[in-house]
């Protein structure tokens, strides 16, 4: 399959997704966000984007779903924002969201392959956060369009599963959790449970591709691209929402990292 035949699927089963995540979640968020100066990020980003400084800064959030990370992020002091999803029904959320918050963040429906060159060098900080880097089928190419949007000087914050994770099966009750795949997969996995990890309701969903990288993908596509790397750590939490039990080991595994990098 060609890469837009694998966002053009992943698009299809995120709307699939969005009037179910909406159902569990949106008024509770509407509610959240119509405090002023709401915060949903949790301890670890809020310190990573603070270290990195966000006054006044241009910041695009790529995969930002229905926007209440970069919401957050403009109560946090950030100038222009702009977050950018594939999804119709997510951009519609994130706009409802943004308006009922009174903040002023643009909110556009674009393929991360595909986001016009109007946006190039506008940005001083891209943010990827939770469960975005595995829709990307070619992640060579993603830290390509990183790298155009931002400033010389910008910074890039990835706060981030941990790729172990795709070597287990969020479904298994096991602890210590089985063994299932190959840390080295190159395949794509293909799902057609659907994405109600909120509801937990069943359906058989539009297929989707998720890709495993390696934690030296990673690293590698940023370097390839003139990044330098800052910072980097890992931690024992999870932030995926389906990999929790994992936490409850007698013996940690990484279960998600931040990576800070700037361009040149
Ligand atoms: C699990 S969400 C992660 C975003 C956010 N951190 C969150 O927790 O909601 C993944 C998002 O990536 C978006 N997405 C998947 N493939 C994409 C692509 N090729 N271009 C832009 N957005 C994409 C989906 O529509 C979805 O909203």
């Given at each position: 399959m060609q890469r837009s035949e694998y966002t053009a699927a992943n698009r299809a089963a995120w709307n699939e997704a969005a009037p179910l995540h909406q159902k569990q979640n949106f008024e509770e968020l509407l509610a959240a966000f119509r405090q002023p100066g709401y915060n949903r990020l949790d301890r670890v980003a809020t310190e990573q984007l603070k270290a990195i400084g966000l006054e006044s800064k241009a910041v695009v959030h790529l995969?930002?779903?229905?926007g209440r990370e970069l919401l957050s992020v403009k109560n946090l002091g950030a100038g222009r924002c702009v977050g950018i999803d594939i999804s119709d029904g997510f951009v519609e959320q994130a706009r409802t969201l943004s308006k009922a918050a009174g903040l002023d963040c643009e909110f556009h429906r674009h393929d991360i392959y595909d986001i016009p060159a109007t946006y190039d060098g506008q940005f001083d900080l891209t943010m990827i956060t939770v469960g975005?880097?595995?829709?990307?089928?070619r992640i060579d190419d993603f830290f390509g369009t990183v790298v155009r949007l931002l400033k010389p000087g910008g910074w890039l914050a990835i706060y981030e599963m941990h790729p172990?994770?795709?070597?287990?099966?969020?479904?298994?009750?096991?602890?210590?959790p089985q063994l299932k795949e190959s840390?080295?997969?190159e395949k794509p996995f293909v799902d057609v449970?659907?994405?109600?990890?909120?509801?937990h309701s069943q359906y058989k969903s539009a297929p989707m591709y998720w890709f495993h990288h390696k934690l030296c993908d990673i690293i590698q596509g940023c370097l390839d691209h003139g990044l330098s790397i800052k910072h980097f750590r890992e931690y024992e939490?999870?932030?995926?929402?389906?990999?929790?039990?994992?936490?409850?080991?007698r013996i940690s595994l990484p279960l998600s990292y931040t990576l800070t990098a700037r361009r040149g």
């Open positions: 995969c930002c779903n229905n975005a880097l595995g829709w990307m089928p172990l994770l795709d070597m287990f099966d969020e479904d298994d009750p096991m602890i210590p840390y080295f997969r449970s659907g994405l109600d990890y909120y509801g939490h999870d932030i995926s929402a389906v990999f929790a039990n994992f936490e409850r080991q």
